[in-house]
């Protein structure tokens, strides 16, 4: 398996209404990540890219939604991998933007 | 917030209103509150998503917007209960600025204010025309003439016979050299193909007739005013005269129609039948006949062709004689040529009389609607046109016109005729601001009485019990209607005592100077 690069780690930002408490109440991150990312890269990624102090990463894969269509199944949306980055006290991520 | 008022033209204040920023802010905060609760945003539920992720997606310059509309009226508001000024109508931003200060600059139409004057020292000429026995003579002579017999004839037209004529009419102005040329409009073919050409041309008509009877009479009583006559005396059935008639100005002995006065008029006349007219002769069974109800079948045609010929005194007359039919009708039982004259002298008088006091109060209001000082807001002025062409639209659509084919039948806008009625806009609205004030400063009111003296009125008029008459009058829409009538009617008597002197003196505490301000126009 060919080396992630670092920009290839974190895919984008997720800007939810959940997300949002969680930044501004406990000051957690929230991302889509690589599938294949573990939580050394996400961690490496967030400090250099943000140029923040990451404390602690949470990391769980969200199952892909399927639907049926009469017999046929199919995928709604493919499994992901969602990464929830704490950050240390008093730093923030402006991409975040609240 | 810091207000600053001041009293521009046209009787509008300006206020200029500073406000504090937060005022804004909180301004914004509110409307994306609002506009939170519309907005779908992924990941968050409705009204739920913090107030930059929604600017981010409405936009900044919308929610500012949003937010200085909001705050204006709120402002605004604020800002007429701090300046006490009581506007007549809704006010307008002006201008509005950011920078430094958050400022807001309003233009409001004010309340008019009239101050009347020394307006009971106007005094006017009161001249009762006197009724004379000519008068008289002549309103009998109408009748006799509407109870005539008439025999066709095929012989020239004499003085004193009755025509039916199909009249067509021009104006014809002077560089027009079109005199010579007929402009017949009847129904045979080969009349119009010949004339074709100028039919559709942009003369003025005056009167556009057809099967119109008149009487061929000299002096006031002359069809179509003077000159018509002699030129009609000698036609016969089926003949066609063409002639022009250049009519004196108005002042002059002769009353002129004022649509025509001064003016030539290209008459073209086609007479379709000639008779002859005996009068019956002036006695009591002549008068007799007046006594009975079948006396009235005659009446209407009569007095449709009075008032085609536009002579006013004509006019008049058929409708005064109605009323004494209808009175005679219950009080005496015989009746002589002498009742009659004494019943038409009377009729004649009252409507004298009701005529002179209509143009003496009109007189008298004029004078003190110069006399007065009047401060109106050019809103007032809009909304006096918009009445006046709303009325007028009604007016068309009666005929089945529209306001609308109305302005391009005269091929002008809406503007146009807007312009063309400002003048006696103004007129009217300085007159009922004047009406209104005096009303208020003469305590002129409405009492129960006058109510039901005027239903005991229409009661007698209509031959109906007062009862039945009140009943109509429940709805209350129609009662504010007749009460205002009865208002206006009062106040018209009071301009007849102010300008004969005779005006009772007023109470003390109307004078105080509250009256005077708090004026409220109530009618037009």
Same mark, same amino acid.
């Given at each position: 398996?060919?080396?992630?690069?670092?920009?290839?780690v974190i895919r984008r930002p997720v800007i939810t209404e959940k997300s949002n408490r969680l930044s501004s109440e406990l000051n957690q991150y929230v991302f889509e990540v690589a599938l294949n990312a573990n939580k050394i890269q996400i961690r490496e990624a967030v400090e250099v890219l943000f140029d923040v102090e990451v404390i602690k990463v949470n990391t769980m894969i969200m199952?892909?939604?399927? $639907?049926?269509? $009469?017999?046929?199944?199919?995928?709604?949306? /493919?499994?992901?991998?969602?990464?929830?980055?704490?950050?240390?006290? $008093? /730093?923030?991520?402006?991409?975040?933007?609240? | 917030?810091? %207000?600053?008022? @001041?009293?521009?033209?046209?009787?509008?204040?300006?206020?200029?209103?500073?406000?504090?920023?937060?005022? %804004?802010?909180?301004? +914004?905060?509110?409307?994306?509150? +609002?506009?939170? +609760? !519309?907005?779908?945003?992924?990941?968050?539920?409705?009204?739920?998503?913090?107030?930059?992720?929604?600017?981010?997606?409405?936009?900044?310059?919308?929610?500012? !917007?949003?937010?200085?509309?909001?705050?204006?009226?709120?402002?605004?508001?604020?800002?007429?209960?701090?300046?006490?000024?009581?506007?007549?109508?809704?006010?307008?931003?002006?201008?509005?600025?950011?920078?430094?200060?958050?400022?807001?600059?309003?233009?409001?139409?004010?309340?008019?204010?009239?101050?009347?004057?020394?307006?009971?020292?106007?005094?006017?000429?009161?001249?009762?025309?006197?009724?004379?026995?000519?008068?008289? @003579?002549?309103s009998l002579h109408a009748l006799q003439e509407q109870a005539a017999e008439a025999t066709e004839t095929d012989q020239p037209a004499q003085l004193g016979d009755r025509l039916l004529i199909d009249v067509h009419s021009f104006f014809v102005s002077e560089d027009d050299d079109h005199d010579d040329e007929a402009d017949e409009d009847n129904d045979e073919h080969d009349e119009t193909?010949?004339?074709?050409?100028? =039919? &559709?041309?942009?003369?003025? =008509?005056?009167?556009?007739? =057809?099967?119109?009877?008149?009487?061929?009479?000299?002096?006031?009583?002359?069809?179509?005013?003077?000159?018509?006559?002699? =030129?009609?005396?000698?036609?016969?059935?089926?003949?066609?005269?063409?002639?022009?008639?250049?009519? *004196?100005?108005?002042?002059?002995?002769?009353?002129?129609?004022?649509?025509?006065?001064?003016?030539?008029?290209?008459?073209?006349?086609?007479?379709?039948?000639?008779?002859?007219?005996?009068?019956?002769?002036?006695?009591?069974?002549? #008068?007799?006949?007046?006594?009975?109800?079948?006396?009235?079948?005659?009446?209407?045609?009569?007095?449709?062709? #009075?008032?085609? &010929?536009?002579?006013?005194?004509? @006019?008049?007359? *058929?409708?005064?004689?109605?009323?004494?039919? #209808? @009175?005679?009708?219950?009080?005496?039982?015989?009746?002589?040529?002498?009742?009659?004259?004494?019943?038409?002298?009377?009729? %004649?008088?009252?409507?004298?009389?009701?005529?002179?006091?209509?143009?003496?109060?009109?007189?008298?209001?004029?004078?003190?609607?110069?006399?007065?000082?009047?401060?109106?807001?050019?809103?007032m002025v809009q909304d006096q046109i918009d009445d006046m062409l709303k009325t007028l639209d009604q007016q068309l659509r009666q005929q089945g016109l529209s306001l609308e084919m109305y302005q391009r039948l005269l091929n002008k806008t809406r503007d146009d005729i807007a312009m063309d009625y400002r003048e006696s806009a103004i007129r009217m609205l300085k007159r009922s601001l004047?009406?209104?004030? %005096?009303?208020?400063?003469?305590?002129?009111?409405? &009492?129960?009485?006058?109510?039901? #003296?005027?239903?005991?009125?229409?009661?007698?008029?209509?031959?109906?019990?007062?009862?039945?008459?009140?009943?109509?009058?429940?709805?209350?829409?129609? !009662?504010?209607?007749?009460?205002?009538?009865?208002?206006?009617?009062?106040?018209?008597?009071?301009?007849?005592?102010?300008?004969?002197?005779?005006?009772?003196?007023?109470?003390?505490?109307?004078?105080?100077?509250?009256? !005077?301000?708090?004026?409220?126009?109530? &009618?037009?």
């Open positions: 398996m060919p080396e992630l690069h670092m920009y290839e199952p892909a939604k399927r $639907g049926t269509r $009469g017999r046929k199944s199919y995928i709604r949306s /493919q499994a992901w991998k969602k990464a929830i980055v704490t950050l240390k006290e $008093g /730093q923030q991520i402006k991409l975040f933007d609240v | 917030m810091n %207000l600053q008022t @001041e009293h521009i033209e046209n009787h509008t204040a300006r206020l200029t209103v500073e406000v504090e920023m937060e005022r %804004l802010e909180k301004a +914004k905060q509110e409307v994306v509150r +609002k506009v939170a +609760k !519309q907005v779908n945003i992924p990941g968050f539920r409705k009204g739920k998503a913090p107030y930059q992720m929604i600017v981010r997606y409405v936009g900044e310059q919308n929610i500012l !917007q949003d937010a200085l509309e909001d705050l204006g009226q709120e402002i605004y508001r604020e800002a007429l209960n701090q300046s006490g000024i009581n506007p007549y109508g809704p006010g307008a931003l002006q201008d509005m600025k950011t920078e430094p200060t958050l400022t807001f600059v309003y233009t409001v139409p004010l309340q008019p204010t009239v101050d009347l004057g020394d307006y009971r020292s106007v005094r006017v000429d009161y001249n009762l025309p006197e009724i004379t026995a000519d008068d008289v @003579e002549r193909d010949e004339y074709g050409d100028h =039919h &559709e041309d942009d003369r003025e =008509h005056y009167i556009h007739q =057809h099967d119109l009877p008149v009487t061929l009479k000299q002096g006031k009583l002359e069809p179509m005013g003077p000159g018509f006559t002699d =030129h009609m005396i000698g036609v016969t059935v089926g003949e066609l005269r063409q002639f022009t008639i250049t009519y *004196p100005q108005a002042g002059e002995e002769q009353e002129i129609n004022a649509e025509v006065a001064g003016k030539t008029v290209e008459f073209n006349v086609k007479v379709k039948k000639v008779e002859n007219l005996t009068l019956p002769e002036l006695n009591d069974a002549f #008068a007799a006949k007046f006594n009975e109800p079948d006396s009235l079948s005659d009446e209407p045609e009569a007095t449709e062709a #009075a008032v085609v &010929e536009g002579e006013t005194s004509l @006019e008049a007359a *058929p409708n005064a004689e109605a009323e004494v039919i #209808a @009175e005679v009708n219950e009080t005496t039982p015989s009746f002589t040529l002498d009742d009659l004259r004494a019943r038409i002298r009377k009729e %004649l008088e009252e409507e004298a009389l009701e005529n002179v006091n209509q143009s003496y109060s009109d007189q008298v209001l004029s004078d003190i609607v110069n006399l007065a000082t009047i401060a109106y807001p050019e809103e004047v009406l209104g004030e %005096l009303i208020n400063v003469e305590q002129v009111r409405v &009492e129960q009485a006058d109510f039901e #003296a005027h239903l005991a009125r229409l009661a007698k008029q209509f031959n109906i019990p007062v009862e039945g008459i009140r009943g109509m009058f429940n709805n209350a829409n129609i !009662q504010n209607n007749t009460l205002n009538r009865l208002l206006q009617d009062k106040a018209f008597e009071r301009l007849v005592a102010i300008g004969k002197g005779e005006a009772p003196e007023l109470p003390l505490p109307t004078q105080t100077d509250d009256s !005077q301000t708090e004026t409220n126009p109530s &009618e037009s």
